[in-house]
């Protein structure tokens, strides 16, 4: 970090945090400390940085950086799916046990509080895939107030639905923070979700989740976004995935101030197969900013990506999709697609894949596409009474149900669908 | 029901109907015949509102109002159906939601209660067998992986129900085997009746072998040079459209 200043208040803010939270700092004392010193050395990134350039934090720089949020929002949260489902609730970063339930789980399934947890493998992984060089990544290594550890043991068939909410409501210009370590051990199968709501709030979320797919393990994550338009969020999420683990990923987008995920994917092993499919639909002037980075570390492995935005008004979004083939990793096979469609005339879209690729026996692909709706498709609706507005949030919705289709859990597609009807 | 009196269209610089006029009153079915380039399906896209086309020129009575002045949709609600000779694909979009859309449009328009699921579901079996329609072509996405014939059929299906006032086919025929043809012209023939009219659009005598015409008119160079009974289609079948040319030169 440049300014002393601001180094000065980082470094109060971060002693303060440590002396208040006491308990929970000691379990990874150290790693916070470790995390801190990576923030100050590195300070926040401006536009100057090729990878922030669109994506413009300095608003957020302002927020305290430790979270003075205690008070707990006690309206229960009213959605038919979470119904029979394992829910684990978090409001303005700390765990509310009341409106969670997640008694009686299913064999082979942990679920304990990051702060709270003795588990070897929770000692084992935690910020083992969370880059420090990441900025806010590391502010929620250093601040974060606790978070979930989950866990399907080796052999593990979890068919429950697991729910993480993140509410964030009734809090200014405060960051709060959602952290996760997700576990599928070997041979295990599991399915979480992470929804992030918010009602009279200001300042930003930053989640991290780090998720891990061991051997033959196939796990996984959808991450529907849905806050209301002065909350912004920043997710760093990490994958690491074993040999022969299948792993999907589901990020949808619907709503925030300036939303910005990294997904960073690391097939540290051979035959590892991975899906990553993202979906932004936005309006108003929010921005929002999908950067993925697929690391093919070893031979035989593929990955799919898919990303769709519709952006309106004065919205602003970005994709910038980098896959690494390295040296060793013949016979990959790595697909990109992003497609996105402006609205308006003031909507923006920036669109940059990257390939990196050091292996000679390889497939991949990229394409990027914007555009706007097909108006031969909107004269085919309306030569057969469509009104134009419906006809266009037809199609726009056709667009965008194929990324949604790869949501697996069917109460949560149906949820999903309704929310982007909504927003249509 | 319909009344086109010098009716004049350009698509950029291109002027490309020159005086059009054409009556069509309730019941009656209009065949357009031409050679290429005369301006069919242009006077198919004007009546519809494509908005590529510049009207610049003469006047369009549908039920004595000013068709031209009126949206793409605003049409359809009023009874104009078009059906499409190149059908647009709609991926994503299932055609049992679509046409769910489309007709409770119509009739909201037309201050009608809009059908619920039961109600649309029992039409919807009813008019699939006017055209002989597979019931999983409901299911598929309006128009994509459909055979050429399957398109068709799927034209005059939405067009069962729609129940336009006024269809106009624009080349239904082109691409279309034998079998699928008449599939095609006997679902149009079981939709006419006293009050539904229809115009015709082909380059072909062999679809008004089925889909028999009370008019046939020739179009040449934007304006309608020759107009006769059903005999006037085999005519041009046996002698095609030069001597109607020569004549209109001359």
């Known amino acids: ?424 | 029901m319909l009344s086109i009196k010098n009716l004049q269209a350009a698509i950029g610089e291109k002027q490309i109907l020159n005086g059009l006029n054409l009556e069509v009153k309730p019941g009656q079915v209009h065949a357009i015949m031409g050679p290429n380039g005369s301006g069919k399906s242009t006077l198919a896209a004007v009546l519809t509102g494509r908005e590529d086309y510049d009207v610049n020129g003469g006047e369009v009575l549908f039920e004595n109002e000013n068709l031209i002045e009126l949206a793409p949709e605003e049409r359809a609600q009023k009874g104009v159906f078009l059906a499409f000779q190149y059908p647009i694909e709609i991926p994503g979009v299932s055609n049992a939601t679509f046409l769910k859309e489309a007709v409770n449009a119509v009739r909201q328009a037309q201050g009608k209660a809009k059908l619920d699921a039961k109600e649309f579901l029992m039409i919807m079996k009813e008019k699939m067998a006017l055209v002989e329609m597979d019931k999983t072509m409901t299911q598929r996405s309006v128009n994509e992986g459909f055979s050429g014939g399957e398109k068709k059929r799927n034209e005059i299906f939405q067009m069962a129900m729609l129940e336009p006032k006024l269809a106009i086919l624009d080349e239904t025929d082109s691409g279309l085997d034998i079998d699928a043809l008449r599939i095609v012209a006997d679902g149009v023939n079981k939709l006419r009746n006293p009050n539904r009219s229809f115009i015709v659009i082909t380059h072909y005598q062999r679809l008004l072998d089925y889909i028999v015409p009370d008019f046939v008119h020739v179009l040449y160079q934007g304006r309608i040079v020759k107009s006769g009974g059903k005999e006037l289609a085999l005519e041009l079948e046996e002698k095609g459209y030069d001597w109607i040319k020569e004549e209109t030169v001359a």
Request: glycine share 4%.
């Open chain 1, 1 to 424: 970090m440049q300014h002393t200043l601001e180094n000065t208040i980082a470094e109060s803010a971060f002693s303060e945090f440590e002396n208040k939270q006491a308990s929970l700092a000691q379990v990874n004392n150290k790693l916070r400390k470790q995390a801190f010193d990576a923030f100050t050395a590195n300070g926040f990134p401006t536009t100057k940085n090729e990878e922030w350039k669109y994506c413009d934090v300095s608003t957020l720089m302002q927020t305290p950086l430790a979270t003075s949020a205690q008070s707990q929002n006690k309206t229960t949260i009213d959605l038919p799916l979470l119904n029979d489902a394992i829910v684990l609730v978090f409001e303005n970063g700390l765990f509310n046990e009341s409106l969670s339930q997640y008694t009686s789980l299913p064999k082979g399934l942990t679920i304990e509080l990051l702060q709270n947890t003795k588990h070897e493998a929770a000692t084992k992984h935690y910020q083992q895939y969370a880059d420090n060089q990441m900025a806010f990544s590391a502010l929620n290594t250093a601040f974060n107030t606790g978070g979930l550890f989950i866990h399907a043991a080796d052999q593990a068939i979890i068919n429950d639905n697991i729910f993480i909410i993140n509410r964030v409501s009734n809090l200014q210009n405060n960051a709060t923070y959602c952290r996760n370590l997700i576990i599928a051990g070997t041979n295990a199968q599991m399915q979480v979700s992470l929804l992030t709501i918010s009602s009279n709030a200001t300042g930003y979320l930053n989640v991290v989740n780090e998720l891990v797919a061991l051997q033959n393990a196939n796990l996984s994550f959808d991450f529907i976004q849905n806050d209301v338009d002065t909350l912004s969020q920043i997710s760093n999420t990490y994958v690491y995935q074993k040999t022969q683990s299948t792993f999907t990923i589901n990020t949808v987008t619907l709503g925030g101030k300036l939303v910005r995920n990294n997904l960073n994917m690391m097939l540290a092993d051979a035959n590892i197969e991975t899906h990553l499919n993202g979906l932004f639909v936005i309006n108003g002037k929010s921005l929002v900013d999908n950067h993925t980075a697929v690391h093919h570390a070893q031979p035989n492995c593929n990955s799919n990506q898919l990303y769709k935005g519709i952006v309106s008004q004065n919205a602003t979004g970005v994709f910038n999709g980098k896959i690494f083939v390295y040296k060793d990793a013949q016979k990959t096979n790595a697909y990109q697609s992003n497609k996105n469609v402006l609205l308006s005339d003031d909507a923006k879209m920036f669109a940059k894949p990257q390939l990196e690729i050091y292996a000679d026996d390889v497939k991949c692909s990229h394409g990027a596409t914007t555009g706007q709706l097909d108006n031969e498709a909107l004269f085919y609706l309306r030569s057969r009474g469509i009104n134009l507005p419906d006809a266009q949030a037809l199609l726009n919705f056709a667009f965008a149900s194929d990324v949604l289709q790869n949501i697996k859990h069917e109460a949560l597609h149906k949820y999903t669908v309704a929310l982007l009807a909504q927003k249509l």
